[in-house]
């Protein structure tokens, strides 16, 4: 019922949950004064002794008892609100923290949609066993001891049998958990593949909707939201059957203490205040026990939450490395080098190349050779590959990550930007960037004129910036690029994609340019891009099977030159048509 590894996690709320059980202990404490002091008064009038001091004592212990009861419920309610602010910080900054250390490869281990549900539903529901159901748990245990120390002294037979059937809640408690455990642990993976599902189709709509397919999407969502439904309803009943039977143990408990109490009485063994005290009392013995049943469910499901929490923390991390880059230009080298997502396709079957500093190299071929693949090796973003690669005579799998994102900087063709203004996106760049220097990047790329129309860099761009179409988007990534000066190398993944041919031409304008200074590595599916490069791979199935410059391999009269004249040609029959 206490998940040791995850209090030892967040061990600065522990003195939360402490101070929150002292304060329900005050107000039991409290109560049990009360009670004692109306059973005195009602002996009294059993008997017709009453005085108006023992009246006035009452009225006293009462006014003092709702008091120090309001007191301890508020102080112990922001007790268990600093515990649960604690535990959602704590958690939040773990999960995050492990992101940024499984770096830019983490989508290979687990899915967003995943981290964001565990990072929101799963880290609410551990607020919940931090802030309610922990503290429960050990007033559970200290409350039945403190009126088992009280009435003992008043009736020990009827306080025994109180404080036998006290276990009787935790034994069905631990009868549930084992049930519970494997159906909430069901629960969770079907709620995460809901949540995949449907992050999934929200941002493919648009297709769906071209393709007349969102029916078909919308049915297969339905059949997953009935599986949900499903085992939501098994846990609503096994909740509600667990409930029952606490309940029938809970008072079953008390009326055989009260039963108890009352043959003591009939006996002439305790007092009227005695008998009285022990029926009053009687289902407090329980009541802590019954409410942390309530609370169990909750944190059952947390911790089944908190499984799945664990298993993103538990993620293997790649290896910290501590070597850094040189400053200056870089010389770029691929050796042999093999990778695969998965084991059985290999992607890159033993790539060389080389990437002199200065120097402005081009990737073409087919869709699905592996030029984005190897992007993504320079990047860090696809790790494990066999073969060697060299980077400024240092190996790439020796160089700490944090430095290598200094030196690199990838824009593809689906670069995104945040929502904000159009200088927060470009200071995530470079923080301390001037007024000037965004603006002069921004006219490099033929977007100032544009801006300025609007509201200069405090244009407001909406969630992933829907409101400035894709050639201006692009323009604004590469804009964003060009601010960090300080990188050597720069890969263009299809950055003049998908864009009118206007935007295309100012985008290999601004690339072109940025060559003069700094190393490229240019990937492109338009063979017409890449005619000044300093040297052109053409890829096929995961090999390189031509290189050289443009004239170099259009004399080889290979596969380089006939998708090139196959796109002039489609382009000029365009022309011709218009």
């Known amino acids: 019922m206490i998940k040791t590894r995850l209090v030892g996690m967040l061990s600065h709320a522990k003195k939360y949950i402490v101070f929150t059980v002292l304060w329900q202990w005050a107000a039991l404490l409290s109560q049990i004064a009360a009670v004692f002091s109306i059973a005195d008064l009602l002996e009294r009038v059993v008997y017709h002794t009453v005085t108006e001091q023992a009246i006035v004592r009452v009225v006293t212990v009462l006014v003092l008892t709702v008091f120090i009861r309001f007191l301890c419920e508020k102080m112990g309610a922001r007790s268990s609100y600093l515990a649960c602010v604690d535990v959602k910080r704590v958690l939040r900054e773990k999960i995050y923290e492990k992101m940024l250390k499984l770096g830019a490869s983490y989508s290979d281990s687990v899915s967003s949609s995943e981290v964001v549900q565990v990072s929101t539903e799963g880290v609410e529901q551990l607020e919940t066993y931090f802030g309610k159901y922990l503290p429960q748990l050990f007033y559970s245990l200290l409350a039945p001891l403190t009126l088992f120390a009280v009435l003992s002294a008043v009736s020990l037979k009827a306080s025994m049998i109180l404080l036998i059937c006290v276990p009787l809640i935790p034994v069905s408690i631990v009868a549930v958990q084992k049930i519970a455990k494997k159906l909430l642990n069901k629960y969770w993976s079907i709620y995460t593949g809901l949540g995949d599902s449907f992050l999934e189709n929200l941002q493919g709509l648009t297709t769906l909707k071209i393709y007349q397919a969102d029916g078909l999407k919308a049915e297969e969502m339905d059949v997953e939201s009935q599986n949900f439904r499903k085992i939501t309803m098994k846990v609503l009943t096994m909740q509600l059957n667990s409930t029952s039977v606490m309940d029938i143990v809970a008072y079953g408990g008390a009326a055989l203490g009260m039963a108890a109490a009352v043959s003591e009485f009939l006996k002439e063994n305790i007092s009227v205040a005695g008998a009285l005290c022990v029926i009053l009392l009687a289902s407090e013995f329980f009541l802590p026990l019954r409410l942390l049943g309530s609370f169990f469910h909750i944190a059952m499901n947390g911790m089944a939450a908190s499984d799945k929490i664990f298993k993103i923390l538990d993620l293997p991390e790649p290896q910290v490395q501590q070597k850094t880059l040189p400053d200056g230009g870089l010389d770029v080298s691929f050796r042999e080098v093999h990778f695969s997502y998965e084991e059985d396709r290999e992607i890159l079957k033993g790539i060389s190349l080389d990437l002199p500093s200065g120097s402005f190299v081009s990737l073409v071929g087919e869709s699905g050779c592996g030029k984005s693949t190897i992007a993504g090796i320079l990047c860090a973003k696809n790790r494990g590959f066999a073969g060697e690669i060299m980077m400024g005579g240092v190996s790439l799998s020796e160089v700490n990550e944090s430095d290598l994102k200094k030196h690199i900087v990838l824009v593809r063709h689906n670069s995104y930007l945040f929502k904000g203004t159009v200088e927060e996106n470009l200071k995530m760049a470079k923080p301390d960037a001037t007024r000037e220097?965004?603006?002069?990047?921004?006219?490099?790329?033929?977007?100032?004129?544009?801006?300025?129309?609007?509201?200069?860099?405090?244009?407001?761009?909406?969630?992933?910036?829907?409101?400035?179409?894709?050639?201006?988007?692009?323009?604004?990534?590469?804009?964003?690029?060009?601010?960090?000066?300080?990188?050597?190398?720069?890969?263009?993944?299809?950055?003049?994609?998908?864009?009118?041919?206007?935007?295309?031409?100012?985008?290999?304008?601004?690339?072109?340019?940025?060559?003069?200074?700094?190393?490229?590595?240019?990937?492109?599916?338009?063979?017409?891009?890449?005619?000044?490069?300093?040297q052109i791979y053409f890829m096929k199935d995961g090999k390189i099977t031509e290189k050289g410059k443009h004239e170099e391999l259009m004399q080889k009269k290979g596969a380089y030159r006939q998708l090139y004249d196959s796109q002039m040609a489609l382009e000029n029959y365009g022309k011709e048509s218009a």
């Open 437 to 534: 220097e965004m603006e002069a990047v921004l006219k490099k790329v033929n977007l100032f004129g544009f801006l300025r129309a609007q509201e200069g860099l405090q244009t407001k761009l909406m969630e992933k910036a829907s409101n400035l179409s894709g050639g201006q988007c692009q323009r604004l990534a590469i804009a964003r690029a060009l601010l960090r000066t300080e990188s050597a190398i720069y890969i263009f993944d299809e950055a003049a994609s998908n864009i009118d041919m206007e935007s295309e031409a100012l985008i290999m304008e601004v690339i072109h340019e940025l060559a003069k200074t700094k190393t490229v590595l240019l990937i492109s599916h338009r063979l017409a891009n890449v005619v000044n490069s300093d």
